[in-house]
């Protein structure tokens, strides 16, 4: 089941927070056309990263082949850490990205002579999955993600989570260590990057882990909520309870903050110097035209067009670096 891009009963806080990452990332908006035309023109756009951004990025795609023909568009799946490594070899043109880049790649791309533009392109809400037979998880505290988590845990069976929940092994599923999501989760949920236990099935695919905790009674697993949304027939959500009550992530609570602390914005990184090329230009100004179009279609909530047109300046001008601190969160981005 696919959600609508409308955009009606979003809060006006959040409205007026995103208006400010268009302020931004550009002080005055610029604009292109808004979607591309067949020019005729021939090449190769190479785009890797998130499993997260995938399915966006795979819907624009698959529309502009369809203005664009005689352009060949690769969309590969390799983490966001993996993603970065390719694009700082100079192997890929564009880069999906679940979480900012951090120092260290930015290092890494500095000593290669290589820059980026960086791009908010959508929110997604980072959702905790159980298995359809799981009747008696009504919600998970962060505290209870945390003791499920965290290294040397000591939870091994759901009635370790909590006092009445069967006495059964409990099964973990998660995205890989070179995923931008396994960062985004072991930060906000253990405190650290990359802080977890070790002993859960860990895959870079999220079609993997839908697979894993649909077919596993006593599963449990994280990924963004587009996945969520493609599988509602095979997975049941879990509310979180982060400080205001147990809330699920929806387009309005991602959107609104209210789904705390695991909303996050995602991201795509362009070279510049790619941009040299007419048919990566003319990808890259028909991703930022479209995406917010699509962005609800396939689970992700759409930022707003003033948000988009800043991200097309900013390509168009090629503002490289990043606005964003390693450490950002969806509040420190919007100004909260």
């Given at each position: 089941m696919r959600l609508s891009a409308n955009s009606q009963g979003i809060f006006v806080k959040m409205r007026n927070t995103l208006l400010f990452i268009g302020l931004f990332i550009l002080a005055g908006c610029g604009g292109g056309s808004d979607d591309a035309a067949d020019t005729g023109m021939s090449g190769k756009v190479r785009l890797d990263g998130s499993s997260t951004v995938f399915p966006i990025s795979e819907a624009i795609a698959e529309e502009f082949l369809a203005v664009e023909p005689k352009i060949r568009v690769t969309v590969g799946v390799s983490g966001t850490g993996g993603g970065f490594k390719k694009f700082i070899a100079n192997e890929i043109h564009i880069n999906a990205a679940s979480r900012v880049v951090k120092e260290s790649e930015k290092e890494k791309a500095a000593e290669a002579g290589l820059e980026f533009i960086e791009l908010p392109v959508a929110f997604d809400g980072l959702s905790v999955m159980v298995n359809l037979e799981n009747d008696w998880v009504d919600y998970l505290t962060v505290a209870e993600l945390k003791a499920i988590w965290e290294p040397g845990s000591k939870v091994t069976t759901w009635a370790d989570v909590r006092e009445g929940w069967p006495?059964?092994?409990?099964?973990?599923?998660?995205?890989?260590?070179?995923?931008?999501?396994?960062?985004?989760?072991?930060?906000?949920?253990?405190?650290?990057?990359?802080?977890?236990?070790?002993?859960?099935?860990?895959?870079?695919?999220?079609?993997?882990?839908?697979?894993?905790?649909?077919?596993?009674?006593?599963?449990?697993?994280?990924?963004?909520?587009?996945?969520?949304?493609?599988?509602?027939?095979?997975?049941?959500?879990?509310?979180?309870?982060?400080?205001?009550?147990?809330?699920?992530?929806?387009?309005?609570?991602?959107?609104?903050?209210?789904?705390?602390?695991?909303?996050?914005?995602?991201?795509?990184?362009?070279?510049?110097?790619?941009?040299?090329?007419?048919?990566?230009?003319?990808?890259?100004?028909?991703?930022?035209?479209?995406?917010?179009?699509?962005?609800?279609?396939?689970?992700?909530?759409?930022?707003?067009?003033?948000?988009?047109?800043?991200?097309?300046?900013?390509?168009?001008?090629?503002?490289?670096?990043?606005?964003?601190?390693?450490?950002?969160?969806?509040?420190?981005?919007?100004?909260?």
């Open positions: 006495a059964e092994e409990i099964r973990l599923y998660g995205p890989g260590t070179d995923s931008g999501t396994f960062d985004y989760f072991t930060k906000t949920i253990n405190g650290k990057e990359q802080a977890s236990r070790p002993d859960f099935t860990a895959s870079e695919d999220d079609n993997v882990l839908v697979q894993g905790i649909s077919g596993d009674t006593y599963s449990l697993g994280y990924f963004g909520f587009a996945y969520y949304s493609e599988n509602k027939d095979k997975l049941k959500i879990v509310p979180i309870e982060g400080g205001n009550g147990p809330i699920v992530p929806t387009v309005e609570t991602i959107n609104s903050g209210v789904y705390a602390p695991l909303s996050r914005p995602v991201f795509i990184y362009i070279n510049p110097v790619a941009l040299d090329d007419p048919a990566v230009a003319t990808f890259a100004e028909f991703y930022l035209s479209n995406v917010g179009r699509l962005a609800g279609d396939v689970g992700y909530v759409p930022l707003p067009d003033s948000v988009y047109d800043a991200a097309k300046s900013r390509v168009a001008e090629r503002i490289t670096g990043s606005a964003y601190g390693e450490n950002a969160t969806l509040e420190k981005i919007t100004g909260n």
